[in-house]
Every structure is written in C-alpha cells, then in structure tokens.
C-alpha cells in the first residue's frame, strides 16, 4: 500500500531554515507528483505547492515563493521541501501528499506529518 | 485567488441523525469542458492527517462509507453525513482543485450533541 513517512519533529530560530523529507513507497515514485500543505496550530489547511517527480516542474504558492524550495530523489524515492528565513508563522505541522487517483490535484495519501516549530 | 467558505464553523448533531456541512467558492469550480466540479472533502481527526472522503463533488473515495455523501455544482457545495456516527468527529474541510494556488476551507467541527 501506498506509504508517505516523513522526518521527524524540528525546533528552528527566527531566520533559519527547515529541510523536511518525505519517503514514499508502495508505488511508481516518478508517476505522481508531490504536494506540501501545511497546518497552523488550531488552524486550516495551506497548499505550498507542488513537485513533478518526473521532470522537476515545481509550482509554489506565492506566499511562499522565494523562499521554498522543493526537490526530489528519485534514487532513494523521497522529496524533500525546504523553508528558509523561518518567522514564527511558518510553525506549523507540514504535510507531503500524494494524489493516486487525482495527481497533483486532490489527495488521497498523506504523509504522518512533520511539526516544525519557530521561536527564540 | 479562489476563496473557499464553509458553513457553519462548528456543529453538533446527535447520533443517527444527518449532518450537513456547506461549502462555497468565490468562483465557480465547475469546468464546462467536462461538466465535473474541482471540489473535494477531506476528514481530519485530532492529530492525524486529513483523510480524502469526496472528490469531483459527489464521488467517494474508496473505503469511505455509502452515508458520506457530497452534492452541488458551481460555487455551492454540500457535505451530507445520513446518520451520524461517533467515529465521524472530526472537523471537516473543503478543498477547490480548479486552479492553483489550490485552496481549502476554514474548516467545520462536527460533535455529537
């Protein structure tokens, strides 16, 4: 069965970045794309953006633009989001997706989460 | 940018009785290339990952159990639980596929009164 393990909990300063990993298995990893969304503590869900895993196409969202990026290896099937110039609204637990029957659009697997923390 | 609002922002319903749950876009999802509505409902409970119940508007996930039921077209969406359980706490949320940035509602709590 399709499986997206992330990495574990972080703690960053304000102005540093977060690299979070998502392993995948139990499908073609190149087939779909990878999506990121995150979740403020008690709050809603934000679409990051997303990754082709077959030719490195990214579209990212603008509130995150230019300080995202997300990469993929396809050698060890994982994709990776990083973050940089963390302030404390980017604490949040961050999610990896995969959309089996709807590609990059909708999501019917979802990685365990990763809580990413900002504070001094 | 596609703004979603769901309705009401908490609910309570007591057990075996229908819950339902509102969606709406600030412009139309609906693709007239294809008919289909870029609308999915996702389920999550405290401390887990959302879980996929309805896409296209109105079609189930597999698993997801035949009293989950989603409907509407357009801008106005509905999330209809038939007979309510106490495994189906949780807050609820919508999701617009239509075009990026791809967007979600504020969500909607759903307790057993």
């Known amino acids: 069965q399709v499986q997206l393990v992330q990495s574990g909990p972080e703690v960053k300063q304000p102005g540093a970045s977060v690299k979070v990993s998502c392993e995948a298995s139990g499908y073609t990893f190149t087939d779909y794309g990878i999506t990121w969304v995150r979740q403020a503590p008690g709050q809603g869900l934000e679409w990051m953006g997303w990754m082709s895993t077959y030719n490195d196409n990214t579209n990212y969202a603008r509130k995150v633009q230019g300080r995202v990026t997300m990469t993929t290896d396809t050698s060890t099937s994982t994709a990776y989001m990083e973050l940089r110039s963390l302030t404390s609204d980017d604490t949040a637990v961050y999610y990896c997706a995969v959309g089996i029957v709807g590609g990059t659009s909708f999501f019917d697997n979802w990685g365990q989460g990763t809580r990413v923390t900002v504070s001094s | 940018d596609i703004v979603m609002t769901q309705s009401p922002d908490s609910l309570a319903v007591p057990l075996g009785e229908r819950a339902t749950i509102s969606c709406k876009s600030s412009q139309s999802v609906l693709y007239s290339s294809n008919y289909k509505n870029y609308l999915a409902w996702y389920q999550q409970k405290p401390g887990q990952a959302p879980k996929l119940l309805i896409y296209?508007?109105?079609a189930r996930d597999s698993g997801v159990p035949d009293r989950f039921s989603g409907s509407g077209s357009g801008t106005d969406f509905t999330l209809t639980i038939s007979s309510l359980q106490a495994e189906d706490v949780a807050v609820y949320f919508c999701?617009?596929?239509?075009?990026?940035?791809?967007?979600f509602g504020q969500g909607t709590k759903l307790e057993i009164k």
């Open positions: 296209w508007a109105s």
């Open positions: 999701q617009q596929y239509y075009t990026t940035p791809y967007s």
